[in-house]
């Protein structure tokens, strides 16, 4: 699982999940803010509305009261029924909290006539909570209203939002002015007065506080269930991590191989990468797909690679060998039976496996070494049998060419060399060099059993390089170790051949 | 990464985005139904012509008035108390005129409901209203679009006026002046000048404006019981009332003309050699002349014998005036607040005042187009002419009676008086203020 979330994707995953619940949260709020503004809104004009029906079909109810224009205005009978009418009006109906009628004549005083009923009038006694007939003056905003309404006949909507916003002596409740017309079949609609209609509020008033409960709630509801969405989403898309880590495993563990194998310079067998690139599959994933092709063209072309630089190497180092030897020829330093047995270390051979006894060959190299190294360095030679290993005998007569030439090279006056040739005490053996030279550093050693590091140009004596490929391709290695006072020593061993157990 | 970051980032803000809801809900928007808007969407139907606007059968809907509710003017409650229905009311100019002074309409022109830019600059002015405009000056604001000018203006006998060689009269004394030439020359003439006797206000009302009267003021404000406004009342009566007699018809004589078609009878059978009349007449005239029952009883055979001119006004004032009777297409100012309801009634103004149905009209029923675009495709000579001699001309003003119907109704009560002889013009002048007063106490 830790491999799962450690991964660039799987972060990138998770903080866009992350993000998204934010971004979410945030939208929410502002919806709600946004909703809550609208439901207000929509409420309040749904309540407009009724009210305005409410009032509406109040005045159409009251326009037919001809008897309020045609009529005389002292009159006991036509006062009674239009109390009566507000009474039953405003009692039997929740919504009604009261009504009056304001007619456009005035007394003496400026006073209109009124018609009114609102029961619920602060400060009044119950006995004289009854429809009353009275003349009133109209004063503050909603004299104002009235007024303007009487001398023009419109409702003007600022006043009324004064007059509904400011504290009412009726008590609260939203109240509608309406200009009343007495529809007389001689006369048209004759305007009479105004019709002002108390309308309770207390519905609006519930459903806001319910409205606000429930805002709470369900934004609480929703972010849960956003937050587990996400977490159903983020479990879901870890599983496909990991998922698709099972799958591709096999794959990507060959090319961790092949990378940590041209790490560590241990060398590659091309063929058989190929083979095993072959057989994975990239369950569809276009980058994995990309990257085998990749991989099987990078294998064919170092596969082409390889094989000439093998061979560019030995020739450089066997040209090296030669060049150096053509001197001492020259001045008859070397004798004909040494060139001879040498002959036989640049002889071309069958690159097969089998049986390789190498002592015939480590007896002439440990001559050629003494005599490719500069004056003054004085020489020792220790040969042990060896037994027979299984091997290429081409390539371990090469690995070791390749190390006296890189002795040659290296090798500084003055100081002793060794060639020390003996078998290994479980099988095997084991070829020493020693030369003397300047002071090396391990990493310069490492360097050179490892030429192809990345980030690092490439040392310009590949031979150890080569060399410790042919021997791990024995099972055996090479280690270049540096003298505490200046020069190598170069332990080239080779392993025995496997338990029978293990030979299977 | 970025853009897919920037996609789910996308993806996250679609939820949160919400366009406004533009459709009208089904049933917002109404139109009156009464007998002439159902010829007029009748006819709309018949030829084919349906609106373009989406949805809108979906929303129509039709309000039907009965007749007997008419006098009791049902749509002033309900405008009153600000009911949005129904959207759309066809008007007489002057219940558009006192709507829109109610501020019950939308204007038209500002909310670009309609524009006016197309409509005969005569008739756009009629159905039009003084705002106070941002500037703070005031403008005519379009309150109504007609889909055609009706308007009363005078009938003569072209054939008769030019075997005189008279010339049509601009003014009522050379009006007298050619009754006094050509009847006694003519004997099958009984009157020189006829008009209504029943609602002879609308004869009255461009006789009186051509004296320089005037019921209100520009803002509204009742002005008729100004002394100077009683005195050209008086006068314009007096010129009316003077000619009965001689070349009028006397009161005795009006009671033959109080029916309905009595007035274009009496014309068409060569009683008459002027008349007052709506301008409609003209088509209802050459319809009458082509119908068998009339053939040898008319006193000419052919319409272009009918000569059409402005009302005459008094000497020394060229305006000339024509008491408007067109209808228009008026917007509830209620309704359009709902959404989508304004674009609705847009589209159907269009619908209902396109030039093909001005064109229509105008050749099948002779009415005169309000558009002038309309106006150019029209054929039908008669429209052609009423319009080119009448209302093309500057001098024409076409003006909506007041819309009080009491106000009417007393000013018609004492004008009978006067042509019935009853009292004289002053008497029943001044009888009419007397009465008018209480109207204006109470209006």
């Known amino acids: 699982m830790t491999t799962v979330l450690w991964r660039r994707e799987a972060f990138v995953f998770l903080g866009t999940m992350i993000c998204s ?8 709020q502002a919806a709600f803010f946004t909703l809550w503004d609208r439901v207000s ?16 079909l109040l005045v159409f109810e009251f326009s037919h009261l001809s008897a309020l224009e045609t009529g005389i205005q002292a009159d006991p009978q036509l006062d009674q029924l239009v109390n009566r009418l507000l009474w039953e009006k405003v009692t039997f109906n929740e919504t009604i909290r009261g009504i009056e009628l304001i007619s456009r004549h005035t007394d003496a005083q400026g006073q209109h006539l009124s018609y009114s009923f609102f029961p619920l009038t602060y400060g009044d006694p119950e006995a004289e909570r009854a429809p009353q007939k009275s003349w009133r003056r109209l004063t503050g905003p909603e004299g104002e209203l009235i007024r303007l309404l009487l001398r023009e006949q419109r409702v003007d909507r600022n006043l009324l939002e004064v007059v509904n916003q400011g504290r009412k002596l009726e008590s609260e409740m939203l109240l509608r002015y309406f200009p009343l017309y007495i529809p007389l079949p001689e006369r048209g609609a004759v305007f009479w007065g105004v019709v002002k209609v108390g309308i309770s509020v207390d519905a609006m008033r519930r459903f806001l506080l319910l409205l606000e409960e429930e805002r709470a709630g369900l934004r609480s509801t929703l972010l849960g269930a956003m937050a587990v969405v996400t977490m159903l989403a983020l479990a879901l898309g870890l599983w496909g991590f990991h998922w698709q880590g099972r799958q591709t495993a096999a794959l990507l563990q060959g090319y961790t191989n092949l990378a940590q194998a041209l790490e560590s310079g241990e060398g590659l067998d091309t063929t058989t990468l190929q083979t095993y690139l072959n057989a994975q599959e990239t369950q569809d994933i276009r980058e994995l797909q990309e990257l085998k092709q990749l991989c099987l063209k990078f294998g064919a072309a170092l596969e082409g690679l390889l094989t000439p630089l093998i061979t560019a190497q030995r020739q450089a180092c066997h040209g090296r060998i030669l060049g150096a030897l053509l001197p001492k020829i020259a001045a008859s330093e070397v004798s004909p039976a040494a060139l001879a047995s040498w002959a036989q270390l640049f002889s071309p051979r069958p690159d097969a496996w089998g049986e390789v006894q190498l002592d015939p060959y480590l007896g002439p190299m440990g001559q050629l070494l003494r005599v490719l190294l500069p004056a003054g360095i004085s020489f020792q030679e220790e040969r042990q049998p060896t037994p027979a290993i299984l091997g290429s005998a081409d390539n371990l007569i090469m690995a070791l060419l390749f190390l006296v030439d890189f002795a040659a090279a290296q090798a500084t006056p003055p100081g002793e060399a060794a060639w020390r040739a003996a078998p290994r005490p479980g099988g095997g053996l084991e070829v020493t060099l020693t030369f003397p030279g300047r002071v090396f550093d391990q990493s310069e050693c490492q360097h050179w059993l490892r030429p192809f590091q990345a980030g690092t140009p490439a040392p310009d004596h590949l031979g150890p390089g080569l060399a410790a490929a042919v021997a791990r391709q024995h099972g055996g290695s090479l280690t270049i170790t540096p003298q505490p006072h200046g020069g190598l020593t170069l332990a080239f061993l080779l392993p025995g051949p496997a338990p029978a157990a293990d030979r299977g | 990464m970025i853009r897919r970051l920037f996609l789910i980032a996308c993806l996250c803000c679609l939820p949160a985005c919400g366009g406004e809801l533009e459709v009208a809900p089904p049933g917002t928007f109404s139109v009156v139904i009464d007998g002439q808007t159902r010829v007029i969407l009748a006819q709309l139907q018949g030829e084919g012509l349906t609106p373009s606007s989406t949805g809108f059968h979906r929303n129509f809907i039709g309000i039907y008035v009965p007749e007997v509710f008419l006098p009791y003017e049902p749509f002033v ?103 006094q030439h050509i009847l006694p020359r003519e004997k099958s003439l009984k009157y020189g000048f006829i008009f209504h006797t029943t609602n002879f206000i609308n004869d009255f009302y461009p006789i009186f404006w051509g004296f320089g009267g005037k019921t209100h003021d520009e803002r509204g404000n009742f002005i008729l019981l100004q002394p100077d406004m009683l005195a ?51 088509h209802d005239l050459r319809l009458m002349l082509a119908d068998p029952q009339w053939q040898g009883r008319a006193a000419f055979r052919r319409p272009d014998q009918i000569g059409v001119a402005p009302i005459p006004s008094q000497s020394g004032r060229p305006r000339k005036y024509s008491n408007i009777g067109s209808f228009g297409w008026a917007v509830n100012r209620f ?20 030039d093909d149905v001005q064109v229509l009209r105008a050749e099948t029923a002779g009415e005169i187009p309000a558009s002038e675009s309309a106006l150019a495709k029209v054929q039908n000579p008669d429209v052609r ?52 007063k209480t109207y204006a106490d109470s209006d």
């Open chain 2, 335 to 354: 309704a359009v607040t709902l959404p989508g309801v304004k674009a609705q009634a847009a589209h159907f103004l269009q619908w209902v005042t396109s």
């Open chain 2, 385 to 436: 002419r009423v319009y080119a001699q009448i209302f093309a001309a500057p001098t024409v003003v076409l003006q909506p009676r007041p819309h009080s119907r009491r106000l009417n109704e007393i000013l018609e009560r004492h004008l009978q008086n006067a042509i019935f002889g009853r009292q004289t013009p002053a008497q029943a002048i001044q009888a009419a203020a007397t009465e008018l």
């Open chain 2, 77 to 179: 409650l309900g405008l009153a108390t600000e009911s949005p229905i129904p959207t759309v009311l066809f008007l007489d100019a002057p219940w558009v005129r006192r709507y829109a002074a109610s501020n019950w309409l939308s204007p038209l022109a500002s909310t670009g409901i309609y524009d006016a830019a197309g409509l005969v600059p005569a008739v756009a002015q009629a159905f039009s209203l003084p705002r106070a405009s941002p500037g703070g000056g005031m403008s005519l604001e379009l309150m109504g679009v007609p889909n055609a000018i009706k308007g009363n203006i005078l009938f003569y006998r072209q054939d008769l006026l030019e075997a005189h060689g008279k010339e049509p009269p601009r003014t009522w004394e050379e009006l007298i002046a050619v009754c």
């Open chain 1, 21 to 28: 619940l934010c971004l979410f949260t945030l939208f929410l």
């Open chain 1, 41 to 56: 809104l929509s409420v309040q004009q749904e309540i407009d509305k009724e009210a305005d029906t409410i009032a509406r």
């Open chain 2, 232 to 282: 050209k009342a008086e006068a314009a009566l007096t010129a009316v009332v003077g000619m009965q007699g001689t070349i009028a018809p006397p009161p005795a004589a009006l009671g033959r003309l109080a029916a309905p078609v009595s007035l274009r009878e009496a014309f068409l059978r060569g009683e008459a050699l002027f008349m007052i009349n709506w301008n409609t007449r003209l």
